[in-house]
């Protein structure tokens, strides 16, 4: 997917006390011959207070307004990039953060960051260029974290690199089209062309896992922390617990309760794997077939005496598992699962097709030992 082509585009900074980090990306991004151009219609910044004053002063005022002078510089469109863009980290209790001193102090970063990023990523209409280049290297880390757990396909994320003797200099800002001099930082002060520099980005791959996660930790209110717990788990070797007497799974190391048909569909499923039976069609289901799903379910229900009287055994002793029955309970035991789950990991305790052949007969796709039926801990469900 190209960035280029969304209509809203986002550059999204964490600085620290060079605020010239925004205005060398954008050059960057923008400006640089030969390489594709990413304008974008809004810059965020990430930054302590301290930071944010210096943004203020040095990007967005008239004077010097470096900021307003590379747009004119460079002839770029409006992009919006105001005040209340700049968003200042805060402490724990609230109060703004001029560094980073201690681990509440850590967390409350990771929490500001992860909130920014999930938030920006929640536009399907967006997409997001992300610079790890400024402030903190934890600010940096957990930006990129953060754009891991939370970007799309359209999401990129890059590092800024600047040539020597420009690199660090405070009165750098960008390559300017024209001469422009100022001054290097060194003892002896020394005069420097400021369109002589290089600036160019680094692209950096990261892994995606957005699909993996859980519905509600997409919205507003997961700490960084609740999210990364829900991604290890994610990732974790596939394996499935099955707890008769509470409709619980344990899929991996997540805890899930099951409506008692959903339970009894996966645990049917479960049980032919354990026992190296065939992956199973809907067209070639017979009465055995049948019978064993509704003593799952009865086994769910803790009524082993229920009979013809019960309409879901009724009816299915009467119409058979029919095509229509077959895939709802599929599509019903997914949903259940996607929810805690997502999409990519519920797909692997879910029975799966198992060739593209006509008649082909679904089966789980996990190995019998990866399999069993047993009590559960206490946990999260």
Request: glycine share 6%.
């Amino acid at each position: 997917m190209n960035p280029e082509r969304y209509p809203r585009r986002i550059l999204l900074c964490v600085a620290g006390l060079s605020p010239q980090i925004v205005t060398e990306t954008l050059y960057a991004l923008t400006a640089v011959p030969g390489e594709s151009r990413f304008v974008p219609t809004e810059i965020h910044v990430l930054t302590t207070a301290e930071g944010a004053e210096r943004a203020r002063l040095m990007l967005l005022s008239d004077q010097p307004g470096w900021f307003h002078r590379l747009r004119r510089d460079y002839s770029l469109p409006a992009i919006r990039f105001t005040l209340d863009a700049i968003h200042i980290l805060r402490t724990t209790d609230g109060r703004l953060l001029d560094d980073i001193r201690n681990e509440a102090d850590n967390q409350a970063i990771a929490d500001a960051i992860t909130h920014v990023v999930r938030d920006l990523t929640a536009d399907p209409d967006s997409a997001v260029h992300a610079s790890i280049a400024g402030g903190r290297k934890t600010m940096g880390f957990y930006l990129g974290y953060a754009l891991s757990l939370f970007g799309r396909p359209q999401d990129r994320l890059s590092h800024v690199l600047v040539s020597n003797p420009f690199e660090s200099n405070p009165n750098f800002f960008y390559p300017t089209p024209v001469s422009q001099v100022i001054f290097s930082t060194g003892p002896d002060q020394r005069p420097l062309d400021a369109s002589a520099a290089t600036v160019m980005l680094a692209d950096i791959p990261f892994v995606r896992l957005r699909d993996g996660l859980q519905e509600n930790l997409l919205k507003e209110g997961a700490s960084f922390s609740e999210v990364v717990r829900q991604a290890q788990r994610n990732l974790a070797a596939p394996h499935l617990t099955l707890e008769v007497v509470s409709s619980r799974v344990r899929c991996g190391e997540t805890l899930i309760r099951l409506t008692p048909i959903s339970f009894a569909w996966l645990a049917w499923f479960a049980r032919r794997t354990l026992e190296n039976l065939p992956p199973l069609h809907w067209k070639r289901i017979g009465l055995a077939e049948v019978e064993a799903f509704l003593n799952e379910y009865k086994a769910v229900l803790h009524d082993p005496l229920a009979d013809d009287q019960h309409p879901l055994i009724a009816g299915r002793r009467q119409e058979g598992i029919t095509k229509e029955f077959f895939d709802e309970r599929n599509s019903k035991l997914k949903s259940e699962l996607k929810r805690v789950l997502g999409n990519p990991t519920a797909m692997r305790y879910l029975p799966q097709r198992c060739t593209t052949q006509r008649l082909a007969g679904c089966a789980l796709a996990l190995s019998p030992q990866h399999i069993q039926f047993g009590s559960l801990e206490d946990g999260q469900s």
